[in-house]
Nanobody, 125 residues
Framework: EVQLVESGGGLVQAGGSLRLSCATS????????IGWFRQGPGKEREAVSC????????YYADSVKGRFTISSDSAKNTVYLQMNSLKPEDTAVYYC??????????????????WGQGTQVTVSS
């Protein structure tokens, strides 16, 4: 059974940092792509950053480039999202998602099969 468990969310002031973790199990880590998505109040879910460890590919949304860094630890089957210089508009529930890597790294949520329960990130101004 595929399981994804997010942690690391919380309340932080603007300009601060948080590191999210997505602990995974139930699949071969390097054969999958893992994505971080978020959904803010009254907003649609959007891709933040994605990674395919086994293929050395990453994706970042324009809104987080230069501020967020995605990384993975294959030994721990865990993906991290380091978030620096946080802004109030980063406030959202952050989800990690996983799907088998096919031909390209996807940033489309509909293409991800497995989802975690989400972790709240709140950035105060």
């Amino acid at each position: 059974e595929v399981q994804l468990v997010e942690s690391g969310g919380g309340l932080v002031q603007a300009g601060g940092s948080l590191r999210l973790s997505c602990a995974t199990s139930g699949f071969t880590f390097d054969d999958f792509e893992i994505g971080w998505f978020r959904q803010g109040p009254g907003k649609e879910r959007e891709a933040v950053s994605c990674i395919s460890s086994g293929h050395g590919r990453t994706y970042y949304a324009d809104s987080v480039k230069g501020r967020f860094t995605i990384s993975s630890d294959s030994a721990k089957n865990t993906v991290y999202l380091q978030m620096n210089s946080l802004k109030p508009e980063d406030t959202a529930v952050y989800y990690c998602a996983a799907s088998p890597f096919i031909l390209y790294l996807s940033e489309t949520s509909d293409e991800y099969e497995h989802w975690g329960q989400g972790t709240q990130v709140t950035v105060s101004s």
